[in-house]
């Protein structure tokens, strides 16, 4: 769109920069004003409307966009553009979104820097929102000052984020790291991806929950979530014993492979599961350390991501800065 980057600090005693991180889900459309220090300055959501339309969710962005403008207006700040982290694959060039995102209706073929930058006139960057926690995680919380990272969300789904030598890994023309669909059982269950066997459907919360109601009787509880299944762990609930103990087998597998391709100084692992306690991440490690090669992992640190919901905002938004050079 022939937009430029703007480069101008705001008020104060500090030259600070500033950009919008939006970071986009199947549930919400999360959004915040973010210096290149990390500092959140402002920050909000709204629901995403994930299984209306595109145009719905693409409304709710541009919302919250102009949420955050009116507040960098009112504290005089400039703001050096847009960073969006989205499902999905995306260009190359971070302004089409490309496919990929089954939580979102329609969420294929979506010009969405154009469509950002034509409504609010400011320079708009995208990428895969694992991809954005990754480098929010790098940049500001479990990671930072680490040059080589895996980053893992956990979630409904299995995102993935690698940096090497400080740069975002993405593959070919940013069609990579789909680690959610490295396989983990041959010929095992269909995924949602078309592949069988996939991590995602084995390790995910999701998956987590869906074996627990399994071994725990039959039907799906829809009321029953990751925290209920590691409550029940906790209580001794054998079918939550079960589940937990395969999720750890199989994200251990998942995250071994990775500390053998890539041997990173740090894993960092986010996602509402991870939370629930020093424990679930010893776990982890535990069963980590009898996966992966000891010669690649004998530099690597498996830690809990710092920076909880805020990290696709902060990424999304320290994608903006750094190619600015305000960072």
Not at 105 to 127: H, M, Q, S, V
Not at 277 to 295: A, H, I, N, P, T
Not at 312 to 319: E, S
Request: charged share 20%.
């Amino acid at each position: 769109m022939g937009l430029e980057f703007a480069d101008l600090g705001g008020k104060g005693l500090r030259m600070e920069r500033y950009a919008i991180g939006i970071d986009l889900g199947g549930t919400s459309v999360k959004y915040a004003v973010v210096a290149s220090s990390g500092e959140v300055l402002f920050s909000g959501q709204l629901p995403a409307f994930a299984q209306e339309s595109a145009e719905a969710v693409l409304g709710q962005v541009l919302k919250g966009v102009e949420a955050c403008r009116e507040y960098a207006a009112s504290e005089g700040f400039t703001l050096a553009g847009v960073g969006i982290g989205t499902p999905g694959v995306v260009s190359a060039d971070g302004r089409t979104v490309l496919g990929g995102a089954e939580n979102i209706a329609g969420w294929e073929n979506i010009p969405l820097a154009d469509r950002i930058e034509e409504a609010g006139g400011l320079k708009t960057l995208a990428g895969n929102d694992a991809n954005m926690m990754a480098l929010g995680e790098t940049l500001f919380g479990a990671a930072k000052g680490a040059t080589d990272v895996v980053f893992v969300t956990v979630g409904t789904g299995i995102g993935c984020g690698v940096l090497i030598d400080g740069r975002l890994f993405r593959g070919y023309r940013n069609r990579g790291m789909e680690m959610g669909h490295i396989t983990v059982k041959c010929d095992g269950e269909a995924c949602a991806c078309g592949g069988r066997g996939c991590l995602e459907h084995y390790a995910s919360t999701s998956a987590l929950v869906r074996r627990f109601c399994e071994l725990n009787g039959g039907g799906r509880d829809a009321d029953v979530n990751g925290k209920d299944v590691v409550f029940f762990y906790k209580e001794g609930n054998p079918a939550a014993v079960q589940a937990l103990e395969e999720h750890w087998n199989y994200l251990a597998h998942g995250i071994a492979s990775m500390i053998n391709l890539f041997a990173p100084q740090r894993v960092v692992v986010g996602g509402g599961i991870s939370e629930a306690g020093d424990f679930y991440l010893e776990k982890l490690r535990e069963g980590v350390r009898r996966q992966m090669m000891s010669v690649c992992g004998e530099d690597t640190e498996l830690v809990a991501a710092t920076l909880g919901n805020r990290a696709g905002c902060m990424g999304a938004a320290g994608l903006v800065l750094d190619k600015m050079g305000g960072r």
